[in-house]
């Protein structure tokens, strides 16, 4: 049987400053790597083969696996999509994270540049276990638009 660990989601952004400002200041991830490299034109399937991007992997508590990349194409950059969505389709992914503090985060980022999707809210799930667990969810998409589900573990 095959083994496989989950390791590192890339997420393409357009700003990777403002991408970091989101995932490292206000969510407080760490620097993993961080270097500016060139396409080999292989792997991955880019209009430009040789495209010159600036990658930042950033990694939570765990010291090998839940991490996200954060990859800016510098050169030639990548047009932003036309449209804004509001709704997940096929082919979006959605991140979620555990967080101590719900409140906290939803405070640094009200009025800044992300379309909030649920406001704070309590609510209780079914675990794999049978037992059921109290969360404070937080739901956005970011600058990027990407999907971000933000959880607090309630007692």
Known sequence: MV???VRRTTLIVADIE???EFYQQTLGMTVFWEDDFVLSGKGLPADDPHAKTHLVILKCQDPSIGMIGLLEFIDPPLPKPAEQRDTLRIGDI???L???DVNEIYEKIKGQDY???AEPHDWEVTGSDGAVMKLRT???FDQDGYFVELNQTLS
């Open 18 to 20: 403002k991408s970091r």
């Open 94 to 96: 959605v991140l979620l």
């Open 138 to 140: 937080l739901s956005l």
């Open 3 to 5: 083994e496989t660990i």
């Open 98 to 100: 555990s967080v101590d």
């Open 115 to 117: 379309r909030i999707v």
